[in-house]
Nanobody, 123 residues
Framework: QVQLVESGGGLVQAGGSLRLSCAAS????????MGWFRQAPGKEREFVAA????????EYADSVKGRFSISRVNAKNTVYLQMNSLKPEDTGAYYC????????????????WGQGTQVTVSS
């Protein structure tokens, strides 16, 4: 089992920045690929970014490329999502997830999920 706890969400004006954190406990964190997903009211959960076990490889949704950056510190069992130049359409609940294997962008392929942290971007 892997337990995931997100933090760092909040209310920010358009153009602002936030950094989300996801702290993991349980099995060996460094064995897992980690992903960030988001879900707006009335919409399906969508992929945002993901990073492989070592941090050497990452993927991003087209909508956040150049604005968001995912990173991890395995010694701290933590993955981060730095979000810059935020837009109102970035509003939603942000979830981190873990899977034992390579980076994938499909939510159903992830085994463990946090409870989410809310990000609200005002215009």
């Amino acid at each position: 089992q892997v337990q995931l706890v997100e933090s760092g969400g909040g209310l920010v004006q358009a153009g602002g920045s936030l950094r989300l954190s996801c702290a993991a406990s349980g099995r060996t964190f460094s064995a897992y690929a980690m992903g960030w997903f988001r879900q707006a009211p009335g919409k399906e959960r969508e992929f945002v970014a993901a990073i492989n076990w070592s941090g050497g490889s990452s993927e991003y949704a087209d909508s956040v490329k150049g604005r968001f950056s995912i990173s991890r510190v395995n010694a701290k069992n933590t993955v981060y999502l730095q979000m810059n130049s935020l837009k109102p359409e970035d509003t939603g609940a942000y979830y981190c997830a873990a899977r034992n294997g390579r980076v994938l962008i499909t939510p159903l392929r992830y085994d463990y999920w946090g409870q989410g942290t809310q990000v609200t971007v005002s215009s």
